[in-house]
């Protein structure tokens, strides 16, 4: 029971202070469920991105429905994506009829360019921090270039783009 | 029975919407055409309400939608039917979960894929930073939180709020 109401706390505070979808949230992640709570890695982290970008939904749900699960099973799985979903569902409900007010309002204006630039500098840092866990070798820093490449020039997909690179790694990791 | 159809429609999207962000918005844009929900227009003020409150953009948009369509059960149930698919899929993935990533087969697939995660996260932050990042002050202040980050580690909700009071403070 304790830890069913630490998962929902737990992902309730994420949904609360994620803003801008599912990349952003990966610092408050790395931050509550690898470095407080233990219950996962930042590598298992990663993989839940990747399985999530290539499965239907929203990535942020799909996180954490992945994480409540390996806790708690079902049970877990559904308390973790109700935890998540509750910020949104409230505080929505409640901005819905004053919405014009809200989005003319000089000082909400003003803290959301104040928190989207710390959100940027929050995902920096979380790209550094990967950077040694993800790309190890010649190869990995090869499919890395390739992938970039494919999303800002090529405008891929990033559900081919994480495909691509799984095939890739088939190939190579066959031959380590 | 306008829940049925809520769910049946935000159901749909769970399932077809692949990715993060505003996969959805093509989605609700089609909806806007069929249904009097909400309008086109509409759906322009809500992707903005979605960016600029906390959770999950595509879970606002749904809630904002329902709630449109509905009221406050309507809401519920676009949420619900747009979770529903995932979490059912992904219940299932994470059931082999511990057996999967024992394969030599998965680990093989992961080595290629975790710098492809890293290219996305990269991407997905460059792409915030075009928007967020309009002048100089506005770099200045992400060099500085981002040594602010790197040097204290302290958690994330801090400098979140940090820049939600800086933001007003010098009126960015």
Redesign the interface.
Known sequence: MLVLWNLFATFFKIGMFTFGGGYAMIPLLQAELVERKKWTTDEEIMDYYSIGQCTPGIIAVNVATFIGYKLKKITGAVVATVGIVTPSIIIIIALANIITLYMANPYVAHAFAGIRIVVIALIADVVLGMRKKAVGNVFQGAVFVFALALLVAAGVSPAVVVVAAAVAGFVAGGRR | MIYGLLFFEFFKI?????????V?VPFLFDLSTRYPWFSAQELV?MI?????????????MA??AG??AAG?SG??TA?FG??F???V???L???F?DKI?QT??F????????????????????E??L???TNIT?IV???I??GA??FFKL???L??I???????A???
Do not use: D
């Open positions: 769970g399932l077809f919407a692949l990715g993060g962000g505003l959805t003020n903005a309400v979605a960016e600029s409150s906390p959770g999950p953009i595509g879970v606002n809630t904002y709630f449109k406050v809401a519920l949420t747009l979770v698919p995932s979490v899929i992904i219940a993935i994470a059931a979960w990533r030599k087969v680990q093989n697939l992961m080595y290629g894929v975790r710098p492809a995660v890293l290219a996305l996260i990269l991407n997905a932050g460059a915030l930073g928007l967020a990042l506005g202040l992400c060099i939180f981002w980050i790197h958690h994330p909700i400098y979140i940090a820049g939600g009071i800086l933001g007003i010098l009126g960015l």
